[in-house]
């Protein structure tokens, strides 16, 4: 159990504890730490609670695109126009995430910095081509801030770029001038209170009925979420006919079972996302969500 603890009001008085407490823990909804406060895996003697510094909450356009506060609920986000219009599958993979309880108290930074494998903020914002923003004082005082791709920002399972003077300050995404379709999908051991089992995420743009650029992930598959090349490579520039999808599918498996080996689980798992890959492009398809 922590110690010290801290609940600053401002971001720089966020970082300035950052800065001096290096080894403190950051609070963000609570839904991941508290468990891991229980089983007594959190090192270091102080946390730092970020409930009060309103510059880490809200979502906003900034320019060409729109920044997310890491702070911002899973509700506020599945429940913001401005994402519905702009990066649905994004408020899709929030609407999925554990119970109403559990979405009003999470976080999309602490689901992030937590980096699970089965993280459902992932693989919406990796097809959605999304950074990060990490930020930390200089001993002048000087903010020194850092933008990363989100798949730079994920280094391994529970593994993360983010130093040890850092906070996660912003999720940006950028608004795509394409039309783009989109879908989420995950699966649980049930429908409800589920940790994803399997989930993915896809955006595709179509250009005279073949793929022209497609951007696909899987998340609970690997030791992290990642976008899976090896199907978009061979995906673009072909239609989406039946045999397409499902060499698609036997693509995706390929690269899970090459990262993973085989395991016990395998002869259950590699169907499943073969038939899984097959369903979300369908999905994007059928649902024609539309970004402008």
Known sequence: MSKDFFQPDTLISALQLKRDHEGASLLAGGTDLVVAMRHDTISGDSMIDLSKVRELKGIAEVG???????????????????????????????????????????????????????????????????????????????????????????????????????????????????????????????????????????????????VERIHFALGASTSIPERIIAVEAYLTGRELTAEVLAEAGKRASEYVLSQTGRRSSSSYKLPVIEKFTVSLIHAAMERGVRYE
């Open 64 to 210: 060409a695109g729109i920044r997310i506060g890491p702070m911002t609920s899973f509700t506020e986000i599945e429940d913001s126009v401005l994402l519905q219009t702009a990066a649905d599958i994004l408020c899709e993979a929030a609407k999925a995430v554990g119970s109403p309880q559990i979405r009003n108290k999470g976080t999309i930074g602490g689901n992030l910095c937590n980096a699970s494998a089965a993280g459902d903020g992932f693989t919406p914002l990796l097809c959605l081509d999304a950074e990060v923003e990490l930020q930390s004082l200089a001993a002048d005082g000087t903010v020194n801030t850092r933008i990363l791709p989100l798949e730079e920002f994920i280094v391994g399972s529970k593994k993360t770029a983010l130093r040890s003077n850092e906070i996660l300050t912003g999720i940006i995404i950028k608004r795509s001038a394409a039309v783009a379709l989109s879908a989420f999908k995950k699966i649980g051991r049930r429908n409800a209170l589920a940790i994803s089992r399997l989930s993915g995420s896809v955006t595709l743009q179509l250009k005279n009925s073949a």
